[in-house]
């Protein structure tokens, strides 16, 4: 009886360890991981490109600011898309998905499923500071190109 169970605990271990490397390594249809580093002015994914599916934005904000972060289906240049005083025209382009804006140190998770394409990852604030010019975070350059392989 000892040993029967000796013998089985190994296996059940390596049963557990190997359905959870699966699932970090997003394989057998699982939800695939893309961590995002924003800051002044940057967006950094990590991986910029994965399969299309399920896919898990582990998304930091390593700036002194707010920051948010929205994915945008185009297939238009990473700057190039339609701005009015300062903010990408949200309704103009297509929105597969946002993280609110969050504070400098802070994390959000974002999951969205995602079909393949060219994605731009943005943060779309716009401060307006009493008797300075507006600041645009997407035209000081927090936008980075994410592509999505069928
Ligand atoms: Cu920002």
């Known amino acids: 009886m000892g040993n029967g169970l ?7 271990l390596a049963a557990v360890l190997a359905a959870s490397a699966a699932a ?13 580093t924003l ?10 490109e994965t399969r299309a599916g ?5 998304v930091e904000n390593a700036g002194t600011r707010p920051h948010e972060m929205l994915v ?4 238009l240049p990473p700057d190039l898309l339609p701005v009015s005083e300062g903010r990408v025209a949200e309704s103009m382009v297509n929105v597969a998905g946002e993280a609110e804006a969050f504070g400098a140190g802070e994390k959000r998770v974002l999951e969205l499923d995602l079909s393949p ?13 009493p008797g300075a010019p507006a600041v ?7 936008v980075a190109a994410f592509l999505v392989t069928p």
């Not at 000796?6 to 059940?12: E, I, N, Q, T, Y």
């Not at 800051?39 to 910029?48: F, L, M």
């Open 6 to 12: 000796r013998r089985a605990c190994p296996w059940l």
């Open 24 to 36: 970090a390594c997003g394989g057998g249809g699982g939800v695939r991981r893309a961590s995002v």
């Open 136 to 142: 645009s975070h997407y035209q000081n350059g927090m």
């Open 54 to 58: 399920r896919v898990r934005f582990e």
């Open 39 to 48: 800051r002044e002015w940057s967006v950094q994914p990590s991986p910029a």
């Open 117 to 129: 394409g060219k994605y731009l990852l943005l943060c779309n604030l716009v401060e307006l500071p």
């Open 72 to 75: 945008v289906k185009s297939d």
